[in-house]
C-alpha cells in the first residue's frame, strides 16, 4: 500500500489521478505521513491521537474516525479500518481540496458534494445513512466540550433544536408531534445548500518542500 | 386576506416611519450638541444672511422703553442649531420618502436619489440667491460627519471573512489606493502638458493630490447592491474593507500631498520621509485603536450598574481614539475603525441586551445622518458653487479613473491569486473594478481644499463629475450587470442553528486537518489567538467570563428574536419587551438556554406557525418535551411568565370590547387561584358564551379557536392542542376525549387534551410506521410515557388562557393563525 521509495515515482503519478493533489503536495504529504506512523507504512489510530496540535481540538476524535472511515475512500463500503496505508490517507486528505479557477461547473458540484458527504459521515457515526438525533447530540456536545459552562443539557438542547430546525425545512407538513427520525443526506444537503462550502472546507496544502518548519510539531 | 396583511403592513411601515421622525426629532437635539461647535466657528459669517436685520433690532428697541415684550424673537440665537435641524429633517424626510415605495430603491441608490434631491433643493436655493450652509469645511467634516460614518463601518464589520481575508483587503486597499493615486496624478500630469488643453498650471504635486482625492472608493451604494443579490463573501468582504481602509490611505496621502503641494521645492529625501510617514500614520492609528478598545471594553466591564450610561462609553471612547489620533496627525479613521472592531466583540458581551441594541442603533443613526447629510449636500452644492468647467481635463480624469482602476484590479488580482485559496476569477474581477464608486470622502475632501491651489474650482467640478458619474451610471448599472453576468452567489446571513452548528464543525476539521499536515495554515492562527482570548483577553476584559460558543450564542440570539417576536406579534405592543428580556437578563439564562425555551413558547402555539422562526421554536417544545429533561426551575419560570401576561392582560383590557372585560376579570382569578377551582370556573364561563358557531366550525374540520374573537380565551388553549389532535385524532382513535367534547366537558378536555398534546409522538410515530423504521418508534414510545412524568403542576395552565385571552382581542392575529393552521393541517 505505501508507496515504497523504488516505486514511490510511478504512485505518485497514480495518485495525482485519483486524488487531485500535484506531485509536490503528494510528496509532502507522504512526508508528514512518515513523520506521524514513525516510518511505518501504515497509520494507526494512536498515532494521530499523539499529535500534540490535535489534543486541544473539541472534536478530534471525529477527525481522527473520519481517517479510518471506510466510507470516506472510494468504494464507499460501510465500516472502518484499524490501519490505514498513504493512498487512504491522502484520499481523505483530498476532501479538503480547495477549488482553484479553472475547477468546472460539474467538478464544483461534485466536490461540493464530496464535502458535505465528508461532514455527514462524520456525524452519522453508526452509517446507517440518518443521522439520528442522538448522534447530532453528541456531535454538538463534543463541539461544545470546550465551553463547559453550557454543559450537557445545553447541548442537547441546541441539538434538539437543530433537529427540529432540520425537520421543518425539510418536512414542512410534518405535524407537530409526528416524529422526525433523523437526518438523510438529502435532508443534510438541503440545510446546507445555502452554505458556501467550496470556499470553507478547504485547507491550503502546501507546495514547497517545508519539512523543516514542520519540526516544531 | 392578503389584502388585509399587506394593510397591516403598511400601517406598520407608516407607524415606523412616524416614530423614526420623532425620534429624530428628539435626537437631533444631540446633533445639535455635536455640529453646532463648528458651524459657529466657521459658518457665522456666511449663514445667515438676513436674520440680522430682522431678527436681532427687534427685542432690543423695545426693552429700552423699559416695557416688557409680550412678543419676541431671536432667531439669530438660535439660527445655526436650527437650521441645521431643519437640514437634517429634510434630508431624513426625503429617504422615508425613498421608503415608501422601496421598489426605487432596488433600481436608483439611495445616494442616486439622496444627490437627486440635493440637486433640486440647490435649484430651488441657486434660483432664491440663498447660500448653502458651510457645513462642508475641513474642520466639520473630519470632526463631527466623518467618525460616524467610519465607526459604523468598523462596528458592523463582518469579522470572520474581513480576517480571512485580510492580507487580500489590505493589498487591495493600501496598494490599490497607491496605485490609482500615482497613476492617474501621474496621467494628468501628463495631459497638462499638452498646451491645447490650457492646464499648464496645475503642477505634478496637485496632480497627485488631486489623484489621491478621487482615488478613495466609498462603496455604500456597491455594497448596497451586492447585498441584496447576495455576491460571494469574498468580493464583499474586499469591496467593503476597501471602502473603510481606503479611507484612512486617501486621508494619509492627501494630508501628505497637500503638503507637498505648497511645498516649493521636492529631493527625495521627501519623498522617502513620506513614505516612513505613510507606515508610522498608519501603524500608529492601528495601536492608538487598539489601546482605546481595550480600554472601552475594560470599562465596559464595570457599567452594569450605570446601565443609563453604558452606551455612552463606547462612544466617548471611539470618539477619544478618533481625536487623540488627530491630535497627533496619524490615521484617526484607522484608529476609529481599530477601536470599533477591538472592542465589540467584548463590550457586546459585557452590556445588557438593551445597551446593545442602543448602541447599535445609535451607531447607525449617526452614520446614516452623516452619509445622508453629505450626498444631499453634495446635490445641493453642485448647483450652488462655483464650477471651472475644462472638457479636457474632466473627462480625462473620468478615463484615467475608470483606466487605471481596472487596469489595478487586473494587476493586482494577478499577484495576489497565488496566494489566495480560492482565487478571483475575471468576473470577480469585474465585480471589484465596477464596484469601485466615489463618494462622500472624495467629495468632501475636494472641498476642504485650501485656496492656496489655484485651480481649485476645478478640481472641484471634476471630483463632483465624477462622483456623479460613479454614482448615477455605475450605482445604477451595477445591479443588472452583476445580475447578468452572474458573479458567483452566496448566501445572505444564514441564521440557523444547523449552519452555526456546521460551520463550527468545518472550522474544528480544518483546523484538525491543518495540524495532522503540520502545517501553520490560516485556522492555525486562528485556533491559537482563540485561545490567547480565551485565556488572557477574556479574564481580563469581561466581567462574566465563560467562554461562549458561537453556537450558543446564535442559539440565545435565535431565542431572544423569537421572544422578542412573540410579545410583539401578540400583544402588538412592543413596551412588553423590555420587561420581559430584562428579566431574562436579570435571570442569566445563559446556560441553560432551554428554560426559557418552555417558558416563551407554549404560549403561542398557532399564530406563529406561518413564519419559519417560529416554526423552528414552536417544534422545539415538542420535541423537548418529548424527550423531557428533568425541570426544576419550571415553577419559576410559570411565575414569572404569569406576572409577565397578567401585566399585559391588564393593559390590553383598556382597548378590549365586551367580552373582552370579563376575560380579564376571570384572568386575574385564574392566574391567582391555580389548581382544582379553574377547573370548577371553567365551564361556567364556558357555557356563558356558547357560540354557535364553534360547533360549525368543529364540523367543517376547522378547530373551535378560529371562530370570532368572542370566543372566550380558555377554549384557545385547548384549541392549541385540539389543533394537533385532529391530525392523529382521524386516524388513532387509543384516545377517549375527542376535541369535540369540548362544550361540555370542557375541563377534562382540558388536561385531556394537554395530556394527548404530550403524548402525541405515540400514534404519530406508529401512523407513520410503515415507512419509517419501526426501531425508533418504539424508542419513541418509551420516551414520551417517561414524559409523562414531567408533565406540568395543573397549576400552569390557566397561564395559556390568559394569552389566549390576549389574542383574542386581537383580531389582526386571528386569520393569520387560522390561515396556518389550516395548511398545517394539509
Redesign the interface.
Known amino acids: 500500500m505505501g508507496a515504497t521509495q523504488t516505486h514511490s515515482e510511478y504512485q505518485y503519478e497514480n495518485m495525482v489521478g485519483k486524488t487531485g493533489f500535484s506531485t509536490e503536495q503528494i510528496k509532502?504529504?507522504h512526508m508528514?505521513f512518515q513523520?506521524?506512523s514513525g516510518n511505518e507504512k501504515t497509520l494507526r489510530r494512536e498515532h494521530?491521537k499523539n499529535?500534540p496540535?490535535?489534543a486541544?481540538?473539541?472534536?478530534?476524535t471525529?477527525?481522527i474516525e473520519a481517517?479510518f472511515d471506510k466510507r470516506n475512500q472510494l468504494d464507499n463500503e460501510l465500516g472502518s479500518y484499524e490501519e490505514i496505508g498513504f493512498e487512504e490517507f491522502l484520499m481523505v486528505?483530498s476532501h479538503?481540496r480547495?477549488?482553484?479557477?479553472k475547477t468546472s461547473e460539474e467538478e464544483r458540484t461534485a466536490m461540493r458534494r464530496q464535502k458535505v458527504r465528508f461532514?455527514f459521515n462524520?456525524h452519522d457515526t453508526d452509517g446507517d445513512g440518518k443521522i439520528?438525533?442522538e448522534e447530532y447530540r453528541k456531535?454538538?456536545e463534543e463541539?461544545?466540550s470546550?465551553?463547559g459552562?453550557?454543559?450537557q443539557?445545553?447541548a442537547?438542547?441546541?441539538a434538539?433544536?437543530?433537529?427540529?430546525?432540520?425537520?421543518?425545512?425539510n418536512v414542512p407538513?410534518?405535524?407537530?408531534?409526528?416524529?422526525y427520525?433523523?437526518i438523510t443526506f438529502e435532508h443534510f444537503e438541503e440545510?446546507?445548500k445555502?452554505?458556501?462550502?467550496?470556499?470553507?472546507?478547504?485547507?491550503?496544502?502546501?507546495d514547497m518542500n517545508?519539512a523543516n518548519?514542520?519540526c516544531g510539531? | 386576506m392578503e389584502r388585509f396583511t399587506l394593510l397591516r403592513m403598511r400601517t406598520n411601515s407608516g407607524v415606523i416611519c412616524m416614530i423614526f421622525v420623532l425620534f429624530l426629532c428628539c435626537t437631533t437635539g444631540k446633533c445639535k450638541l455635536q455640529e453646532t461647535k463648528p458651524t459657529n466657528s466657521v459658518s457665522l459669517d456666511t449663514v445667515k444672511p438676513y436674520p440680522n436685520d430682522i431678527g436681532e433690532p427687534q427685542p432690543y428697541p423695545e426693552e429700552e422703553k423699559g416695557k416688557l415684550p409680550v412678543f419676541t424673537m431671536n432667531y439669530s440665537r438660535i439660527q445655526i442649531p436650527f437650521e441645521f435641524t431643519l437640514w437634517i429633517l429634510l434630508a431624513s424626510f426625503s429617504k422615508i420618502g425613498f421608503h415608501i415605495y422601496h421598489k426605487i430603491t432596488i433600481w436608483i441608490p439611495e445616494s442616486c436619489l439622496l444627490i437627486g434631491i440635493g440637486l433640486i433643493v440647490g435649484g430651488i436655493m441657486y434660483s432664491v440667491k440663498e447660500e448653502p450652509p458651510a457645513v462642508l469645511s475641513s474642520d466639520v467634516f473630519f470632526l463631527y460627519m466623518l467618525p460616524p460614518i467610519v465607526l459604523e463601518n468598523g462596528y458592523f464589520m463582518p469579522t470572520r471573512p474581513f480576517f480571512e481575508n485580510v492580507g487580500t483587503v489590505l493589498w487591495y486597499t493600501v496598494v490599490g489606493t497607491l496605485w490609482n493615486s500615482i497613476g492617474i496624478g501621474l496621467s494628468l500630469f501628463a495631459i497638462c502638458q499638452f498646451e491645447v488643453f490650457d492646464l499648464q498650471d496645475i503642477n505634478l504635486q496637485e496632480n497627485l493630490l488631486f489623484a489621491s482625492i478621487i482615488s478613495a472608493v466609498d462603496p455604500v451604494a456597491a455594497l448596497n447592491v451586492f447585498e441584496d443579490v447576495g455576491i460571494?463573501?469574498?468580493i464583499y468582504i474586499v469591496i467593503f474593507g476597501e471602502g473603510l481602509f481606503s479611507d484612512a490611505v486617501t486621508v494619509v496621502l492627501y494630508s501628505m500631498f497637500a503638503f507637498l503641494a505648497n511645498m516649493p521645492a521636492i529631493d527625495s529625501e521627501d519623498v522617502f520621509l513620506g513614505v516612513a510617514r505613510f507606515f508610522v500614520v498608519g501603524i500608529g492609528g492601528v495601536l492608538f485603536g487598539l489601546l482605546f478598545g481595550f480600554m472601552a471594553a475594560f470599562t465596559s466591564r464595570f457599567t452594569n450598574r450605570v446601565r443609563e450610561i453604558e452606551p455612552l462609553f463606547i462612544f466617548m471612547f471611539s470618539y477619544l481614539a478618533y481625536l487623540v489620533a488627530e491630535l497627533f496627525a496619524i490615521s484617526s479613521v484607522m484608529a476609529i475603525i481599530i477601536c470599533a472592531i477591538t472592542m465589540k466583540y467584548y463590550v457586546e458581551e459585557n452590556v445588557s441586551q438593551r445597551s446593545c441594541t442602543t448602541i447599535r442603533h445609535v451607531v447607525k443613526m449617526l452614520a446614516t445622518i452623516s452619509e445622508t447629510l453629505i450626498f444631499f449636500f453634495l446635490g445641493v452644492v453642485t448647483i450652488t458653487t462655483v464650477h471651472e468647467w475644462n472638457w479636457a481635463y474632466i473627462l480625462f480624469t473620468l478615463l484615467f479613473a475608470f483606466l487605471w482602476r481596472g487596469l489595478g484590479i487586473l494587476v493586482l488580482t494577478q499577484i495576489i491569486?497565488p496566494f489566495r485559496?480560492?482565487?478571483f476569477?475575471l468576473k470577480d474581477q469585474f465585480g471589484l473594478a465596477y464596484g469601485g464608486l466615489r463618494g462622500a470622502i472624495c467629495f468632501a475632501l475636494v472641498f476642504t481644499l485650501g485656496d492656496t491651489i489655484n485651480r481649485r474650482n476645478l478640481f472641484v467640478t471634476a471630483s463632483v463629475a465624477i462622483i456623479i458619474f460613479t454614482v448615477f451610471i455605475q450605482g445604477i448599472s451595477i445591479r443588472p450587470i452583476i445580475e447578468y453576468i452572474k458573479i458567483r452567489k452566496?448566501?445572505k446571513d444564514?441564521n440557523?442553528?444547523?449552519?452555526t452548528?456546521?460551520?463550527?464543525?468545518?472550522e474544528?476539521?480544518?483546523?484538525?486537518?491543518?495540524?495532522?499536515?503540520?502545517?501553520?495554515?490560516?485556522?492555525?492562527w486562528k485556533?491559537k489567538f482563540k485561545?490567547f482570548n480565551d485565556r488572557f483577553l477574556r479574564r481580563i476584559l469581561l466581567r462574566d467570563r465563560?467562554?461562549?460558543?458561537s453556537?450558543?450564542s446564535m442559539?440565545k440570539k435565535?431565542e431572544l428574536q423569537n421572544a422578542i417576536e412573540l410579545l410583539d406579534t401578540t400583544m402588538g405592543d412592543i413596551s412588553a419587551a423590555p420587561s420581559l428580556l430584562s428579566l431574562q437578563d436579570e435571570k442569566k439564562e445563559?446556560?441553560?438556554?432551554?428554560k426559557k425555551?418552555k417558558a416563551t413558547d407554549i404560549k403561542k402555539m398557532h399564530d406563529i406557525l406561518s413564519k419559519?422562526m417560529y416554526?423552528?421554536?414552536?417544534?422545539?417544545t415538542?420535541?423537548?418535551s418529548k424527550?423531557s429533561?428533568p425541570d426544576d426551575s419550571q415553577t419559576r419560570e410559570i411565575l414569572i411568565r404569569r406576572h409577565a401576561s397578567i401585566r399585559r392582560s391588564l393593559r390590553a383590557e383598556s382597548f378590549r370590547e365586551q367580552p373582552a372585560q370579563n376575560i380579564s376579570k376571570s384572568l386575574r382569578y385564574y392566574s391567582l387561584q391555580p389548581g382544582g377551582n379553574l377547573d370548577s370556573a371553567l365551564p361556567l364561563r364556558r357555557r356563558s358564551h356558547a357560540i354557535p358557531e364553534v360547533d360549525r366550525l368543529r364540523s367543517s374540520g376547522v378547530s373551535p379557536r378560529s371562530s370570532s374573537r368572542s370566543l372566550i380565551p380558555m377554549s384557545k388553549l385547548n384549541t392549541i392542542e385540539e389543533r394537533?389532535s385532529p391530525?392523529?385524532a382521524s386516524v388513532d382513535s387509543t384516545h377517549p376525549l375527542e376535541p369535540s367534547s369540548t362544550e361540555d366537558h370542557l375541563d377534562e378536555v382540558f388536561t385531556g387534551s394537554r395530556v394527548r398534546?404530550r403524548r402525541?409522538?405515540v400514534?404519530?410515530?406508529r401512523r407513520?410506521g410503515p415507512n419509517?423504521?419501526d426501531e425508533?418508534?418504539d424508542e419513541?414510545v418509551s420516551e414520551g410515557q417517561g414524559e409523562e412524568r414531567h408533565l406540568p403542576p395543573r397549576g400552569w395552565a390557566p397561564e395559556n388562557r390568559d394569552l389566549g385571552a390576549n389574542e383574542a382581542g386581537n383580531s389582526l392575529l386571528r386569520p393569520s393563525s387560522l390561515r396556518s393552521q389550516r395548511s398545517?393541517k394539509?
Request: hydrophobic content about 40%.
Open positions: 509532502n504529504l508528514r513523520q506521524l494521530l499529535i496540535a490535535l486541544n481540538n473539541p472534536i478530534k471525529e477527525i481517517f486528505m479538503f480547495p477549488l482553484s479557477i461532514l462524520m439520528t438525533l456531535a454538538v463541539l461544545l470546550e465551553s459552562t453550557i454543559g443539557e445545553g442537547r438542547a441546541i434538539d433544536a437543530a433537529m427540529l430546525e432540520v425537520a421543518s425545512t407538513n410534518l405535524g407537530p408531534d409526528d416524529f427520525e433523523g440545510i446546507l445555502d452554505l458556501e462550502m467550496e470556499s470553507r472546507m478547504h485547507v491550503r496544502f502546501l517545508t518548519l514542520r510539531k | 460571494n463573501e469574498q491569486n485559496t480560492i482565487q476569477n452566496t448566501n444564514l440557523t442553528i444547523n449552519v452548528i456546521h460551520t463550527r464543525t468545518m474544528h476539521l480544518l483546523c484538525g486537518i491543518d495540524d495532522l499536515c503540520g502545517q501553520w495554515g490560516h485556522y492555525y485556533d485561545r465563560k467562554a461562549e460558543s453556537i450558543v442559539y435565535l445563559a446556560s441553560r438556554p432551554k425555551f419559519n416554526r423552528i421554536r414552536q417544534r422545539t415538542a420535541f423537548t424527550h429533561l394537533r391530525v392523529e398534546g402525541a409522538p400514534p404519530a410515530a407513520r419509517r423504521v425508533d418508534e419513541n398545517w394539509t
